[in-house]
């Protein structure tokens, strides 16, 4: 069963950077979208970006122009670039790929960003 693997998040201070990625442990067939979403505690999981294969990506209003999100259909792999982090980025983030293949959508274990102020 083909799993995703997310690495790369950790403890970072306003301002600062982080870069996301997301693998696949096998191949995933027809790849229709790659994204990446949050929760942070007490509220619901949001979409923060995603990319529809052959199209642009799009992003939540509250990371355009800091985040950026891009992948590899071929190899099932995506990134997340975050600058000008915020405290209120703080969040567990999951990567997702859905396969137009199978009709399955994959998600990533979470991993966990942490920004002080």
């Known amino acids: 069963q083909v799993q995703l693997v997310e690495s790369g998040g950790g403890l970072v201070q306003a301002g600062g950077s982080l870069r996301l990625s997301c693998a696949a442990s096998?191949?995933?067939?027809?790849?229709?979208?790659m994204a990446w979403h949050r929760q942070a505690p007490g509220n619901e999981r949001e979409l923060v970006a995603a990319i529809p294969s052959g199209g642009p990506p799009n992003y939540a209003d509250s990371v355009k122009g800091r985040f950026t999100i891009s992948g590899d259909n071929a190899k099932s792999t995506v990134y997340l670039q975050m600058n000008s982090l915020k405290p209120e980025d703080t969040a567990v983030y999951y990567c997702y790929i859905y396969s137009a293949y199978n009709g399955r959508a994959y998600w990533g274990q979470g991993t966990q960003v942490t920004v002080s102020s």
């Open positions: 096998g191949s995933i067939l027809s790849v229709h979208q």
